[in-house]
């Protein structure tokens, strides 16, 4: 891991463990209810589920309501912040299947694991780990969902071929990211200042 690397990622650790502490502050990117309302979660859907991982929702889009999930099926949600993603997914695959959320920031984790106790579903979990270098077998995943962290992780590379790795044939990636509509200004195309360099 380049130095570069390594310092882009311990900003955006920062950022969100800040976002998890507290998700009403101001922070460089949306948090929360109304954020994940305004991407398309249903509002009967956001008020079943607890607060914790509602109200520090940081995603791009409502990927766990749009991706081909199935009951019995074993889904990592890479990236997953607080959980929110992870909780509809749980409850699309049913007591037959399991959820796996994975982040890098404990902070966020332990939001998702009291939005996880406080769901009583049994079929998440929570596991902290680096995106490009999951704690899974090969070829043991039916569904990825990935909800904004490319832009976050300057190896991106690394994480696609982790997702090659874990899928099972046929499994799929379900992923949402932003996309810029115009070139960035020249001097924000590189360095640490801007994640979406």
């Given amino acids: 891991m380049t130095g570069a690397g390594e310092a882009l990622r311990e900003s955006v650790r920062g950022a ?3 976002a998890a502490a507290q998700p ?33 929702f ?25 959980g929110l993603d992870s909780l509809i997914a749980a409850g699309r695959v049913g007591d037959s299947g399991t959820v796996i959320g994975f982040d890098f920031s404990a902070a966020m984790l332990g939001r998702a694991q009291l939005g996880g106790l406080r769901s009583g579903l049994s079929n998440v979990h929570f596991v902290q780990a680096a995106a490009e270098s999951l704690p899974l077998p090969d070829s043991s995943i039916d569904v990825v969902l990935v909800n904004g962290i490319f832009n ?12 090659a790795r874990v899928l099972r044939p046929g499994g799929r990636v379900a992923g949402a990211e932003l996309v810029l509509r115009d070139a960035l200004p020249e001097s924000l195309q590189t360095g640490n200042a801007n994640w979406f360099s």
Avoid at 64 to 80: F, K, M, R, Y
Avoid at 152 to 163: A, C, S, V, W, Y
Wanted: glycine content about 10%.
């Fill in 24 to 56: 009403e502050g101001r922070h460089p990117f949306p948090v929360g209810a109304a954020f994940a309302l305004s991407v398309g979660y249903p509002a009967e859907l956001l008020s079943r589920l607890p607060e914790e991982p509602v109200n520090a």
């Fill in 16 to 18: 969100y463990s800040a």
């Fill in 58 to 82: 940081a995603g791009v889009a409502d990927v766990s309501i749009s991706a081909p999930i199935e009951l019995g099926q074993t889904v990592v949600d890479l990236g997953c912040g607080a």
């Fill in 152 to 163: 976050l992780n300057p190896f991106r590379g690394d994480i696609f071929r982790e997702l």
